[in-house]
Antibody, heavy 120, light 108 residues
């Protein structure tokens, strides 16, 4: 059974960079036809896809985030990470890491989510 | 970007009711439509992938279909565990992967 767990600061100051890590067990971030995603959900609102990394290391990002996003990985630790720069209060949300089945794009395993608040 | 319009945004239903939720994409997505259930404070859970395929462990009262321009999630007989918010998601054209706005199913 694949398990994902987000970790990182729960509070980030405006204009700084939000950094989160997703630790994966029960599966490899560098194997198979799989994508490793970041998504977020502001309180009381819907889901927004941030971006993803394929098992080969190729990345896709949501154009709406205007180049503020980068996703990287550490295959030795079986982890992948999110950096979101120049944050504002609008970036306050629960952030999820999640896996999708590359061919179908269905997100079948999710982390529990971590709340990140942007505030001074 | 492909937009997905989900309706209704909320509905009230009783145990045993048949519930339907609809999603209409802004262009053809060739069946690449998935459905999720989310309960408060929890991550979403995949219910159905590729229009009509039930994900592992999902009860058979959930089903998905497509007709014309609309994708539909149906709960054949609502149970207490089904009160939640439901989202559709297109996976045909990425980036970006896009979700519908959600449908909250409440107890009448």
């Amino acid at each position: 059974q694949v398990q994902l767990q987000e970790s990182g600061p729960g509070l980030v100051k405006p204009s700084q960079t939000l950094s989160l890590t997703c630790s994966v067990s029960g599966g490899s971030v560098s194997g198979g036809d799989l994508y490793w995603n970041w998504l977020r959900q502001p309180a009381g609102k819907g889901l927004e896809w941030i971006g993803r990394m394929y098992s080969t290391g190729t990345t896709n990002y949501n154009p709406s985030l205007k180049g503020r996003v980068s996703i990287s990985r550490d295959t030795s630790k079986n982890q992948y990470s999110l950096n979101l720069s120049s944050v504002t209060a609008a970036d306050t949300a629960v952030y999820y890491c999640a896996r999708d089945t590359g061919t179908l794009g269905a997100v079948d395993f999710w982390g529990q989510g971590t709340l990140v608040t942007v505030s001074s | 970007d492909i937009q997905v319009t989900q309706s209704p945004s909320s509905l009230s239903a009783s145990i045993g009711d048949r519930v339907t939720i609809t999603c209409r994409p802004s262009q053809s997505i060739y069946g690449y439509l998935n459905w999720y259930q989310q309960k408060p404070g929890k991550a979403p859970r995949l219910l159905i992938y590729s229009t009509s395929n039930l994900h592992s462990g999902v009860p058979s009262r959930f089903s998905g279909s497509f007709s014309g321009t609309d994708f539909t999630l149906t709960i054949s007989s609502l149970e207490s565990d089904d009160f939640a918010t439901y989202y559709c998601q297109q996976s045909y054209s990425i980036p970006p992967l896009t979700f519908g706005g959600g449908t909250k199913v409440e107890n009448k």
